[in-house]
């Protein structure tokens, strides 16, 4: 099966800072996801990436940014952590036509 | 229009009953068709997709698909507490494979 790791569960940042989110998936899958859950708003596309140094804009990516150095790495940065952005963050990886496969999540707060 | 619509819920049916889960898109060129269930807390977990028009079974689980009526359904029978959760609909893009998700419905099976 596939495993998408994310590197933390809880994350408690101060506004203004800059904050890395990482996501590491061990099946050599191409396409890596980004989003964001929140009560209410049902999940939201942030980025994604369909290769190495590629990222793709999603429905929301003011205030977001992204890397992918590596093909088994996609990490998401906030520039500057505002508390509207205080969210569960879950990366996923694309199986082709078997639809996505989560990390756990990262339970971001701000404050 | 928003793009992917399911009922909010709570759905609430007895032990043993058929849990039906609705899910309808606006975007005509969609050619996948996801079922996801979340427990509280957790990530997503991919239950059954669906490409072609008509049912498709796996256990318990039936997802029905109407690309016609641009709906989507998926039919729980002998609806066990441990069903209880929120499922998730998604839909591919058309232009690639970035999932839309809708806000998803919220079941509860009382015992």
């Known amino acids: 099966d596939v495993k998408v790791t994310q590197s933390s569960r809880y994350l408690v940042k101060r506004t203004g800072e800059k904050v890395f989110l990482e996501c590491v998936q061990d099946?050599?899958?191409?396409?890596m996801f980004w989003y964001r859950q929140d009560p209410g708003l049902g999940l939201r596309l942030i980025y994604f990436s369909y290769d190495v140094k590629m990222k793709e804009k999603g429905d929301i990516p003011e205030g977001y940014s992204v890397s992918r150095e590596k093909k088994e790495r996609f990490s998401l940065i906030l520039e500057s952590a505002s508390t509207n952005q205080t969210s569960m963050y879950l990366c996923a990886t694309l199986r082709t036509i078997h639809g996505y496969t989560f990390g756990s999540g990262t339970r971001l707060t701000v404050v | 229009q928003k793009e992917v619509e399911q009922n909010s819920g709570p759905l609430s049916v007895p032990e043993g009953a058929i849990a039906s889960l609705n899910c309808t898109y606006s975007d005509r060129g969609s050619q996948s068709f996801f079922w996801y269930r979340q427990y509280s807390g957790k990530s997503p977990e991919l239950i059954m997709f669906?490409?072609?028009?008509g049912d498709k079974e796996d256990g318990r689980f039936t997802a029905q698909l109407n690309k016609a009526s641009q709906y989507v359904s998926l039919l729980i029978r002998d609806s066990q507490p441990s069903d209880s959760a929120t499922y998730l609909c998604a839909v591919n893009k058309q232009a690639g494979t970035a999932l839309i998700f809708g806000k998803g419905t919220t079941l509860s099976v009382s015992s």
């Open positions: 099946m050599d899958h191409e396409n």
């Open positions: 669906i490409y072609s028009n």
